[in-house]
């Protein structure tokens, strides 16, 4: 085979594996697996960006369930969250979050590894 046959080929098949990455991190489900890693980790309440993003998915029932994040999750279903989401314009804020999360789990200092 070709030696650029062979590259275009990878380079290609990279290309997909990215474009299907990206999708995936825009499914509905992905979005409502990334809410719910945040909500089942008392690392949002230390951080108010976070507690601000369950906030504006629903502010009047995050005052009736006393800010509780897996409560409110709860009452959405996946599609229902990404098109909130998608109204709010906070796949990056969610995104964002989550990825500052698994930072944080990831790190060596953390409280839990002393």
Same mark, same amino acid.
């Given at each position: ?14 290309? /997909?594996?990215? #474009?299907?990455?990206? %999708?995936? !991190? ?13 909500? #089942? ?18 502010? /009047?029932?995050?005052? #009736?369930?006393?800010?509780?994040? /897996?409560?409110?999750?709860? !009452? ?10 998608? !109204? %709010?314009? %906070?796949?990056?804020? /969610? ?20």
């Amino acid at each position: 085979m070709d030696d650029s046959v062979g590259q275009t080929v990878e380079t290609n098949t990279q290309n /997909i594996t990215q #474009q299907t990455l990206v %999708l995936d !991190e825009l499914s509905p489900q992905s979005l409502y697996a990334k809410c719910t890693t945040l909500a #089942q980790n008392l690392w949002w309440s230390w951080h108010p960006e976070v507690t601000n993003l369950f906030r504006d998915l629903d502010p /009047i029932r995050w005052r #009736q369930l006393d800010h509780n994040p /897996i409560a409110l999750l709860a !009452e959405f279903t996946p599609e229902r969250l990404e098109s909130r989401a998608a !109204e %709010l314009v %906070l796949y990056s804020r /969610i995104n964002q979050a989550h990825r500052r999360l698994k930072e944080y789990l990831s790190a060596d200092s953390t409280w839990s590894n002393v």
